[in-house]
């Protein structure tokens, strides 16, 4: 079976890449999501709000895809202002749940300079496993 490509109803297409493919064993993998909505518009300019977007940006590829919350097993962050994401630690923890519950996977926090989206406070990329039902 071919890998096959997970783009949410709705979504403005991806240019140049795919927000979501399906391996033919389970796995996902779930491209970069930032602060914007499905038609690539950032309603907001700040990082919760943005960080907010981006994981419902996440669960949406990863229901898309026939997954949930809990097959998530590792994301990636990238965020360009350090001292905002640890200042707002109590509002990062509130709005992560908020989203995606209590499920923790394996996560990664990488501090950049820039990204590609100059609106863009931080990229979070997700991998997920999910098995048959």
């Not at 981006?54 to 997954?67: D, H, K, Q, S």
């Not at 990062?92 to 950049?112: N, S």
């Amino acid at each position: 079976m071919p890998h096959q490509i997970i783009q949410p109803d709705g979504w403005t297409p991806a240019k140049g890449y795919a927000n979501g493919v399906l391996a033919s064993d389970g796995t996902l993998y779930i491209g970069g999501q930032i602060g914007w909505t499905a038609e690539q518009v950032f309603e907001s300019h700040d990082f919760i709000g943005q960080m907010e977007q981006a994981l419902r940006n996440i669960r949406a590829v990863l229901e898309t895809a026939g997954g949930q919350v809990e097959d998530l097993t590792r994301l990636t962050w990238y965020v360009i202002d350090k001292k905002e994401y640890l200042a707002r630690q109590r509002e990062v923890g509130e709005t992560y749940r908020k989203v995606l519950g209590r499920h923790f996977p394996a996560m990664t926090m990488v501090v950049v300079s820039a990204l590609v989206e100059d609106e863009a406070l931080l990229e979070i990329e997700a991998t997920a496993v999910i098995a048959p039902r």
